[in-house]
C-alpha cells in the first residue's frame, strides 16, 4: 500500500478537514509512490485521516481527494465529485444572470489544483496539481458527457504549475475555439479572451461587485483602476456614470476594455482610458487636483502567500491613501484585494491606516468577497482570496 505517515501531532489540520500535507509534517512514507499517484495518509498511531495525491517536488507534498476511507479514488470518483459541483452551481440559479460560470473551484469543490470556466458552451481548464495532472483525460472525458461543450480549452499557465513541477500548457483540448467569445452577464455582453487574457480570461469572481458598483454610479465622476477589460466601467457607465477613467497598465486589456464598451452600445464621449502604472497615475491625478464621486482599486495579486503580506501591505497603503485624496467628500471607494496571504481582518486594518493617514474618515457600507461560483469551503479558508470593501468618506 502507498501510504504517508505523519509526525506525531501533524494531524490537527487534517483532522479539521483542511486539505493540504505539507512536507514537513511526514514523518514516512511507504510503497514508493511516484508523482501523482494515490496515497492514503495516516497518523503517527496509524489512524487512517484520508486519501490524497502525493507530489514528492511539491511543498505541500499531498492534497485530499477524498476523508472516506472506503472510498474509491477512480472515474468514478470524479463523476461524482464533477457532478456534484455543477449541480452546485444549477442550484445557485446563476445561469439566469450570466453564460459565464466557475463550474470548479479547485480545494473548495474537494478538487485540488482543479479549475473549470465556462463561457457560454466554451470550458477553460486549468491544473495546478500533479494529481489533478494525473486524472486529466478522466476529467476531460467526464465534462464532454456532463456539459456538452463545443470546446474545451486549457489555460494551464499559472505560477503554481512551477511550484508542483508540472511545465505551463495552454491550446484547444477539445472541438474548436469560437473566433469571438462574448458572454452575457447582468444582461450586459462582455468579450472573453480565453487564449491571451488574464485568468482563463475574465474575472468571473467580481460579477456581484460590479453589478453593485453599477447601482452606485449614477452622476458620479468614476475612476477604474486596474480597470482590465472594463467590467467595472462598463457596469458603472450602465449605471449612470457621469464620466469614467479607466486605467491598466495592458494595452491589451484597454482595447478589450473599449471593445465592452461599444458591445452594449455604451456613449464613449464621457470616456477616458490610460495605459500608465496605477501606482504613479494617482499620484499624476494628485498632482493634476483631479477629484472623484467613485473610485474602484482592484489590483492583482499583491501577496500569493502570507509571506509576502508586509509587502503587499505597503502597496495596498499606497494605493488607497492616494485614492482617499482624490475624493470628494461623501465619496465612495470600492477596494478590493485578491491575495490569500492578506487576511481580511488584516485588509482592512490596511484601508483603516490609509484614512488615517490621508486625514479623513470612513464608513464601511458593504463588506464583499468572490461571486458564489467560487465558494469558500468552511475547512479550506485560503479560500476566501477576495475581499473587498465599499467606503463612503465623510461629507
Ligand atoms: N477589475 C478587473 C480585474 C482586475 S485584474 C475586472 O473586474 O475585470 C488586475 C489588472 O491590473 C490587470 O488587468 C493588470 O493588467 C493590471 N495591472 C497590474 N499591475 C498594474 C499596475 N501597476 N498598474 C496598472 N495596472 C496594473
Redesign the pocket.
Known amino acids: 500500500m502507498k501510504k504517508i505517515i505523519l509526525k506525531a501531532g501533524k494531524e490537527k489540520s487534517l483532522l479539521r478537514r483542511h486539505p493540504w500535507i505539507y512536507s514537513g509534517a511526514i514523518s514516512r512514507v511507504e510503497g514508493h509512490p511516484s508523482d501523482g499517484d494515490t496515497v492514503q495518509i495516516y497518523t503517527s498511531q496509524n489512524v487512517f485521516l484520508a486519501h490524497a495525491a502525493y507530489n514528492s517536488k511539491a511543498p505541500i507534498a499531498a492534497r485530499v481527494w477524498s476523508w472516506q476511507q472506503d472510498e474509491r479514488i477512480d472515474e468514478a470518483f470524479f463523476y461524482r465529485k464533477l457532478t456534484h459541483a455543477l449541480r452546485f452551481r444549477k442550484d445557485l440559479g446563476l445561469s439566469q444572470f450570466s453564460t459565464g460560470c466557475r463550474l470548479v473551484h479547485g480545494e473548495s469543490d474537494g478538487l485540488p489544483g482543479l479549475v473549470i470556466d465556462q463561457y457560454d458552451r466554451i470550458l477553460v481548464f486549468q491544473i495546478g496539481s500533479v494529481g489533478a495532472e494525473r486524472w486529466r483525460e478522466v476529467i476531460l472525458d467526464i465534462l464532454k458527457d456532463l456539459c456538452h461543450p463545443i470546446c474545451i480549452y486549457e489555460r494551464s499557465d499559472t505560477d503554481v504549475r512551477e511550484l508542483e513541477g508540472l511545465i505551463k500548457h495552454t491550446g484547444v483540448l477539445w472541438g474548436e475555439l469560437p473566433h469571438d467569445l462574448i458572454i452575457e452577464e447582468n444582461g450586459l455582453h462582455f468579450a472573453v479572451d480565453v487564449m491571451a487574457g488574464?485568468?482563463t480570461g475574465?474575472?468571473l469572481?467580481?460579477r456581484d461587485?460590479?453589478a453593485k458598483i453599477g447601482t452606485l454610479a449614477k452622476e458620479k465622476d468614476v475612476l477604474?483602476?486596474?480597470?482590465?477589460?472594463?467590467?467595472?466601467s462598463v457596469y458603472a457607465k450602465r449605471g449612470g456614470a457621469k464620466s469614467v477613467l479607466s486605467?491598466?497598465?495592458?494595452e491589451e486589456?484597454l482595447k478589450l476594455a473599449q471593445r465592452n464598451f461599444a458591445l452594449n452600445g455604451l456613449a464613449t464621449d464621457s470616456q477616458e482610458w490610460q495605459c500608465?502604472?496605477?501606482?504613479?497615475?494617482l499620484r499624476k491625478l494628485r498632482d493634476q487636483n483631479r477629484k472623484f464621486d467613485l473610485i474602484?482599486l482592484?489590483?492583482?495579486k499583491f501577496a500569493p502567500t502570507a509571506s509576502f503580506a508586509a509587502k503587499a501591505a505597503r502597496g495596498y497603503k499606497d494605493i488607497n491613501l492616494l485614492a482617499f485624496k482624490l475624493l470628494r467628500p461623501g465619496g465612495i471607494l470600492a477596494t478590493?484585494s485578491?491575495s490569500s496571504g492578506i487576511s481580511s481582518d488584516l485588509f482592512q486594518k490596511i484601508i483603516a491606516g490609509a484614512a488615517l493617514d490621508a486625514g479623513i474618515s470612513a464608513h464601511i457600507i458593504e463588506q464583499q468577497m468572490a461571486a458564489p461560483d467560487h465558494p469558500i469551503l468552511l475547512s479550506f479558508p485560503e479560500g476566501a482570496y477576495l475581499k473587498g470593501l465599499i467606503l463612503k468618506v465623510s461629507d
Do not use: E, T
Not at 486605467?247 to 495592458?250: A, L, Q
Not at 500608465?276 to 497615475?281: G, I, K, L, N, P
Open positions: 488574464q485568468k475574465f474575472y469572481d467580481q461587485n460590479r477604474n483602476c486596474f480597470c482590465y477589460s472594463g467590467g467595472f486605467v491598466d497598465s495592458s486589456a500608465a502604472d496605477v501606482f504613479q497615475m474602484i482592484d489590483p492583482p478590493y485578491c
